[in-house]
């Protein structure tokens, strides 16, 4: 799972980095708690299969078909988001206007937040609430 080295990772209320340059040891935006996480680790490497999803509001992401969404259903796959999906944003909800397979290689990040009891940690990248 990664996000394209170019989305923006919001890392306070108002204020966000790319993906490209947040760290181990980096305090980052965590999207349903509002508060912030330590980041634990960041992998970085090349990906395929990658999945462009754009909304109604901003610039979507690019992101490997199998990272996390959140949608009013609850999680999904980037390959499952279709048009017209509700997506959760920083600031409450928007519509998917497209959702397509991007062809050749990218570079990506998986950002790893510290954990929130049992549930996973959810992170904010251009806009959209994805999985960390």
């Known amino acids: 799972m990664g996000i394209s080295a170019y989305a923006n990772v919001l890392i306070a209320a108002d204020d966000s980095v790319r993906a490209a340059d947040v760290g181990e ?6 999207a349903l708690t509002g508060k912030a996480r330590l980041v634990l680790n960041v992998w970085q490497g090349p990906a395929v299969g990658m999945f462009h999803i754009e909304t109604l509001d901003g610039p979507g992401i690019d992101c490997t078909e199998d990272h ?8 999904m796959w980037a390959n499952e988001v279709r048009v017209g999906t509700k997506l959760r944003t920083a600031t409450g909800w928007t ?19 510290e954990p929130i009891g049992l549930d996973d940690p959810w992170l904010v990248a251009n806009g959209l609430v994805v999985g960390a």
């Open 95 to 113: 519509e998917c206007s497209a959702a397509e397979r991007l062809a050749g290689d990218y570079m990506v990040y998986d950002i790893k937040l």
């Open 68 to 75: 996390r969404i959140y949608t009013d259903r609850g999680p």
């Open 25 to 30: 040891g980096d305090r980052v935006y965590e």
